[in-house]
């Protein structure tokens, strides 16, 4: 599953200046901020003749690589509001085409009316859904609102029952059109169109208990038992609060994670986990993999968890949030956290905690966090001839300097197609770290001096891939031997050299 959670587009919203479509240096001199990589972001305010052009240049692309990174049984689901509802909708019908709009959710985001507005006090955001495929289903659901009919008077042993169901046929049946006599001998005429089963299955049911007849023998009742209902197709209309919260239950869930923070420093627009947990609920099977595009201070992250720990479910959840500054707000409170992915990361550290103090619930907590960056290989532009022999040295290693062994693992699960969230551990060869991902399949050093001592012990270990990085060998002739260690030791490991 997919969510996403844009900026709405209100005017009072940032974009990165590289998605507009003209720039406009005095506007983006006057209204913009940088992230921490020095890109900017520009407020995109309602006066930018291009208001409606720039949002949607910052959306397409995301959208149209989300639809790259969607499973085949794939969903996406995009809360907005009015002010880009309808073009998001018309960019989706693009991209995913317009058979695959599976439906548009109404979630009821805020629990007290503004008095205050001149028109209409808007108080709902719209969830987009959209699939890969067009013959994706929602999970059907045991809504406690639609539960609320069963009930139990009687005791039935069967449990909760409701007794309202239909007996009639919906459509036009001559063959189901016969009468019933009661145990006392009343004859109950067929409905219009004629009951919903056969004579036998209709004695087969009354048998079982399913039908009745009513105390003055003048009906025929459905009893429809609790247990036996598979679920049912949630509606779109999400009011009930207690089942998909608000977004001052947003806040209030925020400010009780970070009790220190002023509330006008936390993030201003999180979800609340209810909602998040209820679109869970209703469109993820037990072990997919949930990813959220603009995560903010990470609620779809503790939503999982929740979700997790509540179900025994082993969801994984991918957050992505540029580094948006952290600002200081107008009571001069400057922020604890440099930029939301460092409040998101913390958020989900503390979620995590009471997660697990409340459920006791043994799933894994841990994440690891990942940027974006330039590769890890220094570039090599020169031809030999422009290469003098004093500057030789320069050139040994191919590796920037700034990048670490655990940079290099990462480059090198990721070439190899290695899972991120595989198992990594640590351990020290011959006083060398030795990096083995999912218990010896990748076995890495990365290490400066590494010794035949330490080629032959990796390669003991049988793994699948082996990885060295060219200058760390302590001589030639441990690079020269290298291969010869496997071929004697582990002639089937794939080797491969940064
Ligand atoms: C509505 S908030 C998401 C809230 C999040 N779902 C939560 O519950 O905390 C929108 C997010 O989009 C991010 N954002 C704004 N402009 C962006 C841009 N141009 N590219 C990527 N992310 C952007 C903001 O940093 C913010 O975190």
């Known amino acids: 599953m997919i969510y996403i959670d844009p900026p709405y587009n209100t005017g009072n919203d940032f974009i990165y200046e590289d998605d507009f479509s003209q720039k406009d240096e005095d506007y983006a001199e006057n209204s913009g901020q940088t992230d921490e990589e020095g890109n900017r972001l520009v407020q995109n305010s309602e006066s930018n003749g291009r208001f409606h052009t720039d949002w949607l240049n910052m959306m397409y692309p995301r959208l149209k690589l989300a639809k790259d990174l969607l499973s085949d049984d794939g969903v996406i689901l995009i809360t907005i509001d009015h002010n880009e509802h309808a073009t998001v909708q018309m960019i989706c019908d693009e991209i995913f085409g ?55 008077p009687d005791n039935d042993p069967k449990g909760p029952w409701f007794d309202g169901n239909p007996v009639n046929n919906p459509g036009l049946r001559v063959n189901l059109q016969f009468d019933i006599t009661t145990p006392s001998g009343k004859i109950i ?3 219009a169109n004629g009951w919903r089963w056969s004579r036998e299955t209709m004695k087969e049911k009354f048998r079982t208990g399913e039908l009745r007849f009513s105390k003055d023998e003048s009906r025929v009742i459905r009893r429809t038992y609790l247990k036996d209902m598979e ?11 207690s089942v998909t919260g608000h977004t001052r239950g947003a806040k209030y869930e925020l400010k009780k994670l970070f009790p220190e923070e002023p509330v006008t420093s936390l993030f ?9 947990k209820y679109l869970l609920t209703i469109t993820v ?23 997790n720990a509540q179900n025994s479910t082993s969801i994984k959840y991918i957050m992505i949030q ?15 956290y440099k930029n939301i992915c460092e409040m998101g990361e913390e958020r989900i550290r503390r979620a995590g905690k009471k997660i697990k103090e409340e459920t006791g619930a043994d799933i894994d907590y841990g994440f690891r966090c990942f940027r974006v960056d330039s590769s890890n290989m220094k570039d090599v532009y020169y031809k030999p001839s422009d290469i003098k022999q004093a500057e030789l040295d320069l050139f040994t290693d191919n590796i920037k300097e700034d990048r670490t062994p655990e940079d290099l693992l990462i480059q090198v699960m990721l070439d190899l197609g290695v899972l991120l969230s595989s198992k990594i551990e640590e351990k020290k060869i011959a006083g060398k770290k030795v990096f083995s991902v999912e218990n010896g399949y990748l076995i890495a050093c990365f290490d400066e001096k590494v010794t035949e001592e330490v080629v032959t012990a990796i390669a003991q270990q049988h793994p699948f891939y082996a990885v060295f990085r060219d200058s760390s060998f302590s001589s030639d002739s441990v690079a020269a031997n290298f291969e010869q260690i496997f071929d004697t030791y582990s002639p089937k490991t794939v080797r491969k050299v940064l």
């Open 189 to 191: 005429h067929h409905p």
């Open 98 to 152: 317009h058979n695959c709009f599976i439906g548009e959710l109404v979630w009821k985001s805020s629990d007290n009316s503004n008095n205050n507005a001149l028109t209409f006090s808007e108080d709902h955001n719209y969830i987009l859904v959209y699939s890969k495929s067009p013959d994706w289903r929602p999970n059907f659901i045991n809504d406690p609102e639609k539960r609320r009919h069963f009930k139990n």
């Open 268 to 276: 201003s627009t999180p979800k609340p986990t209810l909602l998040l």
């Open 322 to 336: 540029i580094k948006e500054k952290c600002i200081t707000d107008k009571a001069g409170n400057i922020p604890t």
């Open 285 to 307: 099977a037990s072990d997919c993999v949930v990813m959220d595009f603009f995560s903010g201070s990470g609620s779809m992250a503790d939503a999982v968890l929740q979700y």
């Open 231 to 241: 679920g049912l197709p949630p509606s779109t209309l999400l009011t009930n609060h």
